[in-house]
């Protein structure tokens, strides 16, 4: 008896060591939450957005730097990072082989409410009813990094967007050159001045109703409000010595894509004033063909820019 009672006290040992051998190999997965709401007293009403979690998120007890999404205009939204980029996948992928290091995503909702008939473009409005810039630095970020376990450091921070999303992070990070790490800007959604001339009252309106004023036409359009988010004036408003060593600004947009030339008017007027950043021109459109193709490069940028990747 003695003899079969250590038996069985072996492998039960076998077992369970080979439970715990399996235990650690057992890959940590990421998560993507939908519909997370804060609280802001500046637009009086919750702001919903999405969150990923690295893998290990809840396993551990570090912070993680922050990136955040800011999505397109039109139907565009928080869950299209998800949904329509497979953006978690991407970032599990470059996680897992160690391309990136691990990092929170947050993608906040930048729409006026479920209609979004007037786009925010992330920002504040002209007439001062919705103040979206200001609440996003004000109450978004410093709730979000205070819920999650997050590096709560612009040098821990950093910006993804598309189309209009893509503008308000360029505009963000040269207002605010300390808040951010860097941008990574696709399509950014920069018109010219003809471009703006032309548009027709309904295109006017759902576009920039909100962030230069409503029912305005011909040269009325070229106002302050569309002064402040110029080239020139964004570059002379910030601390040019910020960008003098470090890319933090990266530019990729398609060779067909409609807002490329105003994109390339902003590259050559940072250009000439010395900010240093990436500017890149590949084949497509403006579309999702293209910023699937060219998410993996901004989230290569994303990290140079968090981890000291440029060498500073």
């Known amino acids: 008896m003695e003899g079969l009672e250590i038996k069985r006290f072996m492998f039960m040992a076998l077992v369970g060591l080979s439970l715990a051998i399996s235990s650690l190999g057992t890959p940590l997965y990421a998560e993507v939450r939908f519909n997370n709401a804060t ?30 999404l800011l999505h397109g205009g039109g139907s565009g939204q928080p869950s299209d990072w998800f949904t329509l980029a497979g953006l978690d996948k991407m970032l599990d992928r470059l996680i897992e082989d160690g391309t990136i290091r691990p990092l929170i995503a947050i993608a906040p909702d930048g729409r006026r409410d479920e209609t979004n008939e007037v786009a925010t473009y992330f920002l504040n409005d002209q007439d001062g009813v919705v103040l979206w810039e200001d609440m996003f630095f004000e109450d978004f970020i410093p709730a979000v990094e205070t819920r999650h376990k997050a590096i709560a450091s612009g040098d821990a921070r950093a910006i993804l967007g598309i189309s209009m999303g893509a503008l308000a992070g360029v505009v963000y990070q040269l207002r605010a050159p300390d808040a951010f790490a860097g941008v990574a800007a696709l399509s950014s959604a920069f018109r010219t001045e003809d471009q703006v001339l032309g548009l027709s009252p309904d295109a006017y309106r759902s576009r920039y109703a909100g962030v230069l004023g409503a029912e305005l036409e011909g040269q009325a359009r070229l106002n ?10 964004l570059v002379a408003q910030t601390d040019a010595a910020r960008f003098s060593r470090v890319p933090r600004l990266y530019f990729d947009i398609g060779a067909d894509d409609p807002f ?22 590949s084949e497509g459109g403006h ?24 060498g500073e």
Do not use: C, K, M
């Open 39 to 68: 609280r802001s007293d500046t637009l009086g009403q919750p702001v919903r957005y999405a969150i990923y979690l690295p893998p290990g998120y809840d396993a551990d007890d570090r912070s993680y730097p922050v990136l955040y």
């Open 224 to 233: 302050e409000a569309w002064d402040a988010i110029q080239g020139e004036t």
């Open 260 to 281: 490329f030339e105003g994109t390339a008017d902003l590259h050559v007027t940072l250009r000439n004033a010395g900010i240093r950043h990436r500017f890149r021109v």
């Open 287 to 310: 579309d999702w063909i293209f910023w699937r193709t060219s998410l993996e490069q901004a989230l290569l940028h994303i990290d140079a820019v968090l981890t000291r990747g440029y």
